[in-house]
């Protein structure tokens, strides 16, 4: 069960968001018919997007993660 604030993994690229499939956001906000508002930041906590998603297009981050730099 993904909550608010959880981290969870992008599942589908977000080309035009500068997005990749396995990039980590947070939850910000659980829509009440299915969906979350999911934020993804760099890594001085600038938001780079903040995107309403269906529940199939994330996932929960779940064990531990090595979370990686990626040029812009």
Not at 16 to 27: K, S
Request: proline share 6%.
């Amino acid at each position: 069960m993904i909550r608010e604030h959880d981290l969870v993994v992008l599942k589908r690229d977000k080309g035009e968001w500068g997005l990749e499939a396995v990039d980590v956001g947070t939850v910000v906000l659980i829509y009440p018919h299915g969906g979350y508002m999911v934020e993804f930041v760099d890594h001085e906590g600038n938001t780079l997007a903040l995107l309403g998603l269906a529940e199939e297009e994330v996932a929960p981050l779940r064990g531990p993660a090595l979370l990686r730099a990626k040029s812009p």
